[in-house]
T-cell receptor, first 114, second 112 residues
């Protein structure tokens, strides 16, 4: 079974620039998550999709972050404009969508904002 | 919302000894508690989980215990090996919610 795919793996941008991350979840997984993991901390949920609908985006800084999952499969997360404090690893995870099912993480995108 | 606290933040144990990591949660409705292992520069990987209808679960050298009354759960690693060195995260969520709240992590170092 192929895992969760993410790209790019690394990205360096200057503050105020824009950046986009892509995630392809495990085939058939209805639920997709984007997490932000700042160095030395646990992952923090940014947004959760169930198919192509948003379930929870309460911790997404909506003035600069946006995400979409138009066809209920792949997802993109965008930051515009980036700030220094956005430097982190952005993890995508997916789960089958059944109650209590396990989440499987992608390798992450390490973003450095200079 | 849920709040998960994890202790200790760092832990060093001699190879072969046991390691214990503890977490507490705030939402009494939480009923699913996974543990993730994250090696340096790699993705978090699920190593064991426990649901609220059991008090203990074991998988080879790893075990997890849950005390719902006290709202805490613990990870136990016995006969530790160098490859156990990593950061471990606990998490909590409610059945049907699937929104994981993670602890702050424990950096475990196994001393050869």
């Amino acid at each position: 079974e192929a895992g969760v795919a993410q790209s790019p793996r690394y990205k360096i941008i200057e503050k105020r620039q824009s950046v986009a991350f892509w995630c392809n979840p495990i085939s058939g997984h209805a639920t997709l998550y984007w997490y932000q993991q700042i160095l030395g901390q646990g992952p923090k949920l940014l947004i959760q999709f169930q198919n192509n609908g948003v379930v929870d985006d309460s911790q997404l800084p909506k003035d600069r972050f946006s995400a979409e999952r138009l066809k209920g499969v792949d997802s993109t997360l965008k930051i515009q404009p980036a700030k220094l404090e956005d430097s982190a690893v952005y993890l995508c995870a997916s789960s089958p969508g059944l109650a209590g099912s396990d989440q499987y993480f992608g390798p992450g995108t390490r973003l450095t904002v200079t | 919302g849920e709040n998960v606290e994890q202790h200790p933040s760092t832990l060093s144990v001699q190879e072969g000894d046991s390691a214990v990591i503890k977490c507490t949660y705030s939402d009494s409705a939480s009923n699913y508690f996974p543990w993730y292992k994250q090696e340096l520069g790699k993705r978090p990987q699920l190593i064991i989980d426990i649901r609220s209808n059991v008090g203990e679960k074991k998988d080879q050298r790893i075990a997890v215990t849950l005390n719902k009354t006290a709202k805490h759960f613990s990870l136990h690693i016995t006969e530790t090996q160098p490859e156990d060195s990593a950061v471990y995260f606990c998490a909590a969520t409610t059945f049907g919610n699937e929104k994981l709240t993670f602890g702050t992590g424990t950096r475990l170092t196994i001393i050869p």
